[in-house]
Nanobody, 123 residues
Framework: VQLQASGGGLVQAGGSLRLSCTASGLTFSRYDMGWFRQAPGKEREFVAAINWSDSVRKFADSVKGRFTISRDNSKNTAYLQMNSLKPEDAADYYC?????????????????WGQGTLVTVSS
């Protein structure tokens, strides 16, 4: 199984980025997808998650109203649209997949992980 995250980069505060996570080696449409992030010196934290059928979504309070999560099962890809970015959003962003019964915001429930994609926000 491979999860390939991409789309990170340098953006000014207030700007937008869209991250993508493309999966292979699993039946993507059967997996919930999550995004997590880790800033230097901090623990990894939950950002957003979407269930396998695109009917349930969860967001961390810190990104509600600014970030959206979506998926295209025909492309085996999940997306994280990040708007109104703040310097505190800067981190390595990771996508992850799980087939647990209920949509989870816990990193411990996610089975497969992609490599990080770095988001830098300048003030």
């Amino acid at each position: 199984v491979q999860l390939q995250a991409s789309g990170g980069g340098l953006v000014q505060a207030g700007g937008s980025l869209r991250l993508s996570c493309t999966a292979s080696g699993l039946t993507f449409s059967r997996y919930d997808m999550g995004w997590f992030r880790q800033a230097p010196g901090k623990e990894r934290e939950f950002v957003a998650a979407i269930n396998w059928s695109d009917s349930v979504r969860k967001f961390a309070d810190s990104v509600k109203g600014r970030f959206t999560i979506s998926r295209d099962n025909s492309k085996n890809t999940a997306y994280l649209q990040m708007n109104s970015l703040k310097p505190e959003d800067a981190a390595d962003y990771y996508c992850a997949a799980t087939n647990r019964p209920a949509l989870s915001n816990s990193e411990y429930d996610y089975k497969y992980w992609g490599q990080g994609t770095l988001v830098t926000v300048s003030s």
